[in-house]
């Protein structure tokens, strides 16, 4: 298998900023909702995977947190291989063109805006039509992990979500760089899956995964509310997420390699 090299790397993360700077508005809009049902494609797997081997998992928890995490990079490969628009891959990609003047210093912002909006309802509309309608969760043990996951996720504290947001998001856009690194199918596979998996089994926190897990867990029945999974959640994870993508690898992957990448042009 043959690999981009990072100033490469660099190089296809800034003119995929120009393309998504000049996609149409509702083109963006509609590839940003199969992006969080494809994340919420992932996250259901993650939780009927991970979940449904209640007595080996009491003997071994690790197991359901292996097992969640090997389920759930599903989602990332959706979006990286048959297209998405993806909040927190964004937060990385539109760094280099933006900090390289290749497009509007405000359009990150707007792009993240309508990006977040249809991620969400993409990830609701599929909870709601394709989780809660069909029941493919209603039975035990499924039912009680999606209450625990989602009341867990918003007993945790305002600071301790967002630490844990920024190292979701770190190893997430550090799996979408490394899949433009690679050239091949089973490359960018291999690329998504480790960092991914990685973030899910430690525990941390993302965003537009959790615009599945807690919309899922309040309409299944948690003991949690639509305020407490905005401002004691997807607030802080959200911010957390920003950080993760734009400055650990966006703003620093610019930073180290425009120079080795300017020179080849």
Not at 15 to 33: A, C, D, S
Not at 65 to 74: C, N, Q, R, Y
Not at 240 to 258: A, E, F, P, Q
Request: hydrophobic share 55%; net charge positive; charged share 10%.
């Amino acid at each position: 298998m043959t690999a981009n090299k990072p100033g490469d790397v660099l190089t296809l993360a800034e003119e995929m900023g120009i393309t998504k700077q000049q996609t149409v508005w509702w083109r963006l809009f509609l590839l940003g909702m199969l992006a969080g049902a494809y994340i919420g494609i992932g996250g259901l797997l993650s939780v009927m995977l991970g979940n449904g081997l209640p007595g080996i998992a009491a003997e071994n928890p690790v197991i359901v947190k292996l097992l969640s995490g090997a389920a759930f990079p599903v989602g990332l490969m959706l979006i990286i291989l048959v297209g998405g628009e993806l909040f927190t891959g964004n937060n990385a990609t539109l760094m280099p063109a933006t900090l390289n003047r290749r497009i509007p210093p405000y359009y990150f912002l707007l792009n993240w805006l309508t990006v977040y909006v249809a991620n969400f309802i993409g990830a609701f509309l599929f909870v709601y039509f394709l989780v809660y309608k069909t029941g493919v969760v209603q039975a035990e043990p499924w039912l009680s992990a999606t209450q625990k996951i989602a009341e867990h996720k918003v007993s945790l504290s305002w600071g301790n979500v967002f630490l844990r947001g920024i190292g979701a998001n770190w190893l997430v856009c550090l799996a979408v760089w490394m899949a433009l690194a690679s050239q091949d199918l089973t490359g960018k596979i291999f690329a998504i899956w480790w960092p991914v998996m990685t973030f899910v089994v430690i525990g941390f926190e993302h965003s537009i995964a959790n615009m599945f897990y807690l919309p899922l867990g309040i309409l299944q029945g948690a003991n949690i509310s639509w305020q407490a999974i905005w401002l004691d959640n997807l607030l802080p994870a959200t911010l957390g997420n920003i950080v993760g993508g734009s400055l650990l690898v966006g703003t620093m992957y610019t930073v180290l390699y425009t120079k080795k990448t300017k020179g080849k042009r």
